[in-house]
């Protein structure tokens, strides 16, 4: 298609070049013809002097000599000759004047349709020119999305996996040695009351303990204050909940009018909070940590920041891929699936900050938030 359209303008170039040329040799014929007319006129004028010379001296000869009548006749002559020539000349130029302005109609038409032709290119191939990009452009959205696509899913089985072992190590096995330690108790039912009561005491305390891991397997699933009440209400009854387990404290911070946002978006920014808390607690060692929330008209900002031993984020997140913990790329994916902003900030025992940026519309709100 480029190949096309640069031998249509070479082609355009050339026919303008000619058309130049054909109308500049015109120009000059027309100057020509003008000279030879203004001669021919002039060569007439004198012929027809000469010729009345000639007659008058032809009808006085007595009057002449033989050489003045030789002289007038051979004036008449070359005037008559001149005469002929210029006329030929005229006729010749005239002819070519003629040639010359067909060309040039012929030269304009071509010209004409060449440039309508090279324009009808340029158009076509810009046209193309954008449409392939509007494809790639598709295209690159696309692999975009089947990227995130991907990322979601994974992150998806990923969390499964972690709540199979978490019911698998945790409430299963309490289960389990709830069943083993019933049938204790029917067997010490036959050694007496005391040892069967000191018996049923302690699986009523693994029936608590299992209790209390399956509200926190739960919880970690769907916070239901997140939905009865919002998320700053589940963030603080999350430090709270965290807090009661012990070092180290998770302080919550909240900046601005505080309300109900758009579900979607208190999921995304609690589980961002929720994952930065863990990493925090689980990897970090720290010895406090700080959930700042701050809301102000059509923006959330979330930042979780804690003084613990940090670590260089590209390293982990190449680790992440190797290894498919997506914990770090999966807050940020959390974030950019709603044109937010993610950012981390840590260096070894430098503490880490995560942060979390979404846009919220003016009249996307959910409603009211906590008194």
């Known amino acids: 298609m480029e190949e096309g359209q640069r031998r249509i303008t070479e082609l355009a170039r050339e026919i303008r070049l000619e058309y130049d040329q054909t109308r500049r040799a015109l120009e000059q014929v027309k100057q020509e013809t003008l000279r030879c007319i203004e001669q021919a006129d002039e060569l007439e004028a004198k012929s027809r002097a000469a010729r009345y010379e000639l007659f008058r001296v032809s009808r006085d000869f007595q009057r002449y000599s033989e050489a003045d009548i030789r002289r007038a006749y051979e004036e008449a002559e070359r005037l008559q000759i001149l005469l002929g020539e210029i ?3 005229e006729r010749s130029l005239k002819a ?8 040039l109609t012929r030269l304009a038409q071509l ?34 999305r089947y990227e995130i696509g991907r990322r979601v899913v994974q992150a998806q089985e990923a969390e499964r996996n972690r709540l199979a072992r978490e019911l698998h190590d945790g409430a299963a096995q309490g289960l389990a040695t709830i069943a083993v330690e019933l049938e204790l108790c029917e067997r010490m039912l036959d050694s007496g009351l005391d040892v069967a009561r000191r018996q049923l005491a302690r699986v009523r305390g693994l029936v608590k303990d299992s209790l209390a891991e399956m509200r926190r397997v739960i919880f ?15 963030v603080r009854r999350y430090a709270h909940h965290l807090n009661s387990l012990g070092a180290p404290p998770v302080e919550v911070t909240v900046h601005g009018p505080e309300r109900r946002l758009d579900s979607a978006v208190e999921v995304a920014a609690f589980r961002v909070i929720q ?21 102000g008209p059509g923006y959330l900002h979330v930042t979780v920041r804690d003084d613990g031993r940090g670590f260089d984020p590209e390293q982990a997140r190449r680790q992440a891929r190797q290894t498919g913990h997506l914990g770090l790329i999966g807050m940020q994916e959390r974030v950019e699936l709603f044109g937010g902003r993610f950012s981390i900030h840590s260096a070894p025992d430098m503490g880490t900050r995560v942060s979390a940026r979404f846009t919220i519309p003016e009249d996307g709100a959910a409603g009211g938030g906590e008194g």
């Open 87 to 89: 006329r030929e000349r």
């Open 275 to 295: 994952e930065a808390v863990h990493n925090a607690r689980r990897h970090a060692h720290a010895t406090r940590i700080v959930v700042h929330l701050e809301l």
């Open 96 to 103: 070519r004047r003629a040639e010359l302005e067909r060309s």
């Open 220 to 234: 970690d699933l769907r916070p239901v204050m997140l939905d009865e009440l919002g998320l700053i209400a589940a």
């Open 111 to 144: 010209l004409e349709r060449a440039e309508t032709l090279e324009s009808n290119m340029k158009a076509a191939l810009e046209a193309l020119r954008g449409n392939v990009a509007a494809l790639h452009r598709q295209l690159s959205d696309w692999q975009v």
